[in-house]
């Protein structure tokens, strides 16, 4: 990644009968974190487009009643920024698949209450603003949620 540079990175939380998929990271910063289906959004790429082209390269999964949660301005990767934004969505079909085994290991549905560890920064924060309805955290905001 170019320095200087501000990505948007995107993430979505899939929900199927009360559970929520999150896959195990490999191969980029976060390894060994559990995280969402998502990536980078392309140039001219709708927030949408973005969404169902990810899930096709890592999962293959097919969602449904897209929605927000949050956006985060997200420092904590330095010399890395981003923009992230979570989005929402219901399962329609599919079962997840590992299609890029150089970036997750796996992929699982698991209980809210009952989350593997560690989470993702992004993915933690996403849990909470999804609960409390918080819809934007600055990067001290949220550094602050990840520091308790």
């Given at each position: 990644m170019e320095n200087n540079?501000?990505?948007v990175g995107i993430g979505v939380m899939i929900w199927k009968d009360g559970?929520?998929?999150l896959g195990k990271r490999k191969g980029s910063h976060g390894e060994g974190t559990y995280a969402f289906p998502g990536g980078h959004m392309e140039y001219m790429e709708s927030f949408t487009d973005c969404?169902?082209?990810e899930l096709e390269e890592e999962c293959g999964l097919k969602i449904?009643?897209?929605r927000f949660v949050y956006?985060?301005?997200v420092k904590i990767f330095d010399?890395?920024?981003y923009l992230h934004i979570t989005l929402a969505a219901d399962w329609e079909s599919g079962e997840p698949e590992i299609?890029?085994?150089d970036k997750c290991e796996s992929w699982d549905w698991f209980d809210p209450e009952d989350l593997p560890t560690p989470l993702f920064p992004q993915s933690q924060v996403s849990f909470l603003a999804y609960k409390?309805?918080?819809q934007y955290y600055d990067s001290d905001d949220f550094n602050q949620v990840l520091n308790g």
């Open positions: 540079i501000t990505k559970k929520v998929l969404v169902k082209r449904k009643n897209l956006v985060a301005n010399p890395k920024h299609r890029e085994p409390n309805g918080t």
